[in-house]
């Protein structure tokens, strides 16, 4: 079963710097999707970005980046320049392209608070 | 586009009561999702569907809970009757092929007292 592992439950960092949340994932696929999604005190849940396995480029959008590592099954996030507006929960998650397509699953989440 | 619709925003209701959360997808989005999360569980998909059609209703915990989706631009999650461990946020999301993503509601807290 593919699972999904966010191993910082909380983190902060002050307004304009740069901060990594991690992501880890369990799979035996090879052709697979990852997204980060953010969830605010809104609750609504905002993708972020996405990554295909296939593509060894790493998504970049704005100031949203990841750090895609195939071999050791890693997908992090990093933010730089963080915004009060980050201020979030953070989940990562995970979708093979076949089997059962459409079940993204999701990691615990990390919540990141930015300080002024 | 409004974004997915859901509806009530939120919801209490006493236990063994019947509760309707209702969800509109975003219009051309041929798949529609039923998600629940908690502190304890996280974010559990529950049923979801493929031209209105339900292809995977593993997630669902109990007989107890029924999803439809009578049309394209229509769903509802049914739970009766309501038990207070049913009390979660209960998103729907929907989406063009799924690997682009999905668009999710802003949800439906459930409280079941």
């Known amino acids: 079963a593919q699972t999904v592992t966010q191993s910082q439950p909380e983190m902060s960092v002050q307004e304009a710097e740069t901060v990594t949340l991690s992501c880890t994932y369990d799979t035996s696929e090879s052709n697979y999707y990852l997204f980060w999604y953010k969830q605010p005190p809104s609750r609504q849940m905002i993708l972020v970005i996405r990554?295909?396995?296939?593509?060894?480029q790493n998504a970049t959008e704005n100031r949203f980046s990841v750090n895609f590592q195939k071999a050791a099954k890693s997908f992090s996030l990093k933010i730089s320049d963080s915004q009060l507006g980050d201020t979030a929960m953070y989940f990562c998650?995970?979708?093979?392209?076949?089997?059962?397509?459409?079940?993204?699953?999701f990691g615990k989440g990390t919540k990141l608070s930015v300080k002024p | 586009d409004a974004g997915v619709i859901q509806s009530p925003r939120h919801e209490v209701t006493e236990m063994g009561q019947e509760v309707t959360l209702r969800c509109k997808p975003i219009s051309g989005h041929d798949y529609l999702f039923w998600y629940r999360q908690t502190m304890m569980r996280g974010l559990e998909l529950l049923i979801y569907f493929n031209n209105n059609v339900p292809i995977d209703d593993s997630g669902m915990p109990e007989d107890r809970f029924s999803a439809k989706m009578p049309n394209a631009s229509f769903s509802t999650l049914k739970i009766q009757p309501s038990e207070p461990r049913d009390s979660a946020v209960y998103f729907c999301?929907?989406?063009?092929?799924?690997?682009?993503?999905?668009?999710f509601g802003s949800g439906t807290r459930l409280t079941v007292v």
């Open positions: 990554q295909e396995a296939y593509k060894q």
């Open positions: 999301a929907s989406s063009l092929p799924v690997l682009y993503g999905y668009t």
């Open positions: 998650a995970f979708m093979t392209q076949g089997g059962s397509q459409g079940n993204l699953i």
